[in-house]
């Protein structure tokens, strides 16, 4: 029973991180470090994504999924560059 508190807590905090909100001001916050070609990569997440979920904002919800592009394919293709950007990020 002692852990469940911890585990619950731990699933809070991912969740936070996960929301749409959240990736959003993620990348918000590593716009002005991004080169051209990671921009080109958010945008073209962002154009993809659709309207997104009915009760959310269009806009958070494109930028998110424009980040998530971004951030997969940087995990693919250049992880050191993602690791970089990451350590901008306050995660803690």
């Not at 990569?41 to 009760?55: D, I, K, L, M």
């Amino acid at each position: 029973m002692a852990h469940e508190g911890t585990i619950q807590e731990l699933h809070k905090r991912a969740v936070a991180l996960v929301r749409a909100e959240a990736q959003s001001e993620a990348l918000a916050k590593l716009e002005p470090l991004l080169n051209a070609e990671e921009l080109d990569w958010v945008r073209r997440g962002r154009n993809a994504c659709g309207r997104g979920p009915r009760r959310g904002d269009p806009s958070v919800y494109g930028r998110a999924s424009g980040f998530e592009t971004m951030v997969g394919w940087l995990y693919l293709n250049q992880p050191e560059r993602l690791q970089q950007l990451f350590h901008q990020l306050d995660l803690g």
